[in-house]
């Protein structure tokens, strides 16, 4: 008979952790030896004593962190598996930024998959999320809530380009964070004919260069060095700036020229939280996955059970249970998705 998945997967304060692997998942501090599902601080702590993860994660937490801060890096691409302990470990493309992974677990009978950080839209700057069927299903719920429902990606940044014709004598600064938001706002403006230089808040710099590294055609980029103190660019005018959200409102971003304010992310669809940070132009585009897309992933992979690691838990769990699906609560900290992605400026 099949293993319970709660009988060898644990709950504690760093996080998950397999006691018959020996590892934990995403853990929020140094353990001997981690499987890391993706490079966003809030997933990718330094410090491990081996970290099992994808090559592209593995090169961006070594440009985060330093080429020391792992102690032994264990590629593992996805489709690959590897025994650690008694578990076999597999990873899966999530869809979420460049090199980010589901876990898959398999230990006497049952499958666990662990999604991380997910998005079903097509990215691309990273490979498609890809369903993996399985017992127990644990996902994120960052955008947990029926009030978020993405747009179609084409038109919000399409709104980006109307701007920059309506207002050619103004600067636009888009805020967005420096790993997997940053490349993809500038790849789809690329998509969408915008083939003027793109220029770049110098925090950015390295992880673009990494993503061009892997392949990722990202056109021109210039370096967005803000005027001198009291001064604006004035060859800034017309236009588009890609900076980190913290930088926005910044005194950087107040030597632009006329600064049309952007901000893409999934919180933009709240209007209080754009017009709290000032955002003129509020650019709803996420890298997780939004109510709809929540609930069909479970409805495609149809565990026998839903775990929620972190986010909105609640709304999702009502309304797993008004479908007659088994769902509860982790309630791990320390995963602030997009918000907690806003720190990501190395």
């Known amino acids: 008979m099949p293993l319970a998945a709660d009988r060898w997967i644990e709950v504690t304060p760093l996080g998950l952790h397999v006691p018959e692997g020996g590892f934990h ?7 001997p030896l981690a499987v890391v599902s993706h490079g966003h601080a809030d ?5 491990h004593g081996c970290v099992v993860a994808t090559p592209e994660t593995i090169a961006v937490m070594r440009a985060r962190y330093g080429p020391d801060a792992i102690g032994e890096a264990r590629p593992l691409a996805p489709g690959e598996v590897v025994r650690l302990g008694s578990v076999e470990v ?5 869809g979420h930024v460049l090199g980010s992974a589901q876990a898959v677990l398999d230990y ?7 999604s991380g950080d997910y998005k079903r839209r097509p990215d691309p700057t990273c490979a498609p999320f890809l369903p993996v069927p399985c017992d127990v299903f644990i996902t994120e719920a960052t955008f947990g809530l029926p009030v978020f429902r993405h747009p179609a990606t084409a038109d919000e940044l399409g709104k980006l380009l ?4 309506v207002f050619p004598e103004r600067c636009h600064v888009v805020g967005a964070y420096a790993l997997g938001k940053a490349q993809r706002v500038i790849r789809e403006l690329r998509l969408l004919g915008y083939d003027r230089p793109i220029h770049l808040h110098g925090a950015l710099q390295r992880l673009c260069d990494l993503y061009r590294d892997h392949g990722v055609d990202l056109g021109e ?3 967005a060095t803000a005027g001198a103190k009291g001064r604006a660019r004035e060859d800034l005018r017309g236009q588009v700036v890609i900076a980190p959200p913290g930088a926005i409102a910044d005194r950087w971003a107040r030597r632009l020229p006329d600064p049309v304010v952007a901000l893409a992310s999934g919180w933009m669809r709240v209007r209080q939280r754009a017009r709290a940070r000032g955002v003129e132009l ?3 585009l996420s890298d997780h996955a939004d109510w709809d897309e929540l609930l069909a992933t479970v409805e495609e992979l149809d565990p026998k059970e839903v775990w929620v690691t972190h986010g909105r838990e609640e709304a999702l769990i009502h309304a797993l249970a008004g479908r007659g699906r088994k769902a509860r609560a982790l309630a791990l900290v320390g995963y602030d998705g997009e918000e907690g992605e ?3 400026v190395g």
Not at 90 to 94: D, K, Q, T, V, Y
């Open 25 to 31: 998942v995403d853990p929020k501090r140094p353990v």
């Open 108 to 114: 006497q009978g049952t499958r666990v998959v662990y």
């Open 221 to 223: 980029l210039r370096p």
């Open 162 to 165: 109307h701007s920059l014709a």
């Open 342 to 344: 806003a720190s990501d």
């Open 282 to 284: 509020p650019l709803v």
């Open 90 to 94: 597999g990873l899966a493309p999530a």
């Open 43 to 47: 997933h990718a702590r330094p410090g």
